[in-house]
C-alpha cells in the first residue's frame, strides 16, 4: 500500500505564507506526476498544481503567480510553495500521485493536511 505524507498547513494571516511538503515512496517520486489538489468547505476537490518527474510544472489559474510546486526526489518529497495567501485558499490540501499506463491509471492519494487562512 502506497502511503503519501502530507505537512505543513496550518493557520495563516491574510498575506502569509506556507509551505507543504508531501513525501512517499522511491519509485514513486522517481516515475510519477505529482499534484496538489485542494478541498474548501462545502466545495469540490480542485485541482492547484502538479510537477513531471522530469520537472515541469503546471498551476491552476487561482495560484498561478503565488504558489510553486517544486521537487526533490532523493528526498522523495515534493513542496508546494504558498505565499499571498487569500482567504478563499483555505481548504485541506491533498497531495496526489498518478501514473498513466495506455489503458490504465495508477493513482495515490495522501490524507490531506488543513490550511486555514484568516486573521
Known amino acids: 500500500q502506497v502511503q503519501l505524507m502530507e505537512s505543513g498547513g496550518g493557520l495563516v494571516q491574510p498575506g502569509g505564507s506556507l509551505r507543504l511538503s508531501c513525501a512517499g515512496p522511491t519509485h514513486i517520486f522517481r516515475s510519477y506526476v505529482i499534484g496538489w489538489y485542494r478541498q474548501g468547505p462545502g466545495k469540490l476537490r480542485d485541482w492547484v498544481a502538479s510537477?513531471?518527474?522530469?520537472?515541469?510544472?503546471d498551476y491552476a489559474d487561482s495560484v498561478k503567480g503565488r504558489f510553486t510546486i517544486s521537487r526533490n526526489n532523493a528526498n522523495r518529497t515534493v513542496y508546494l510553495q504558498m505565499n499571498s495567501l487569500r482567504p478563499e485558499d483555505t481548504a485541506v490540501y491533498y497531495c496526489?500521485?498518478?501514473?498513466?499506463?495506455?489503458?490504465?491509471?495508477?493513482?495515490?492519494w495522501g490524507k490531506g493536511t488543513l490550511v486555514t487562512v484568516s486573521s
Open positions: 496526489n500521485a498518478k501514473f498513466l499506463f495506455p489503458s490504465d491509471v495508477d493513482e495515490y
Open positions: 510537477i513531471t518527474s522530469g520537472g515541469l510544472t
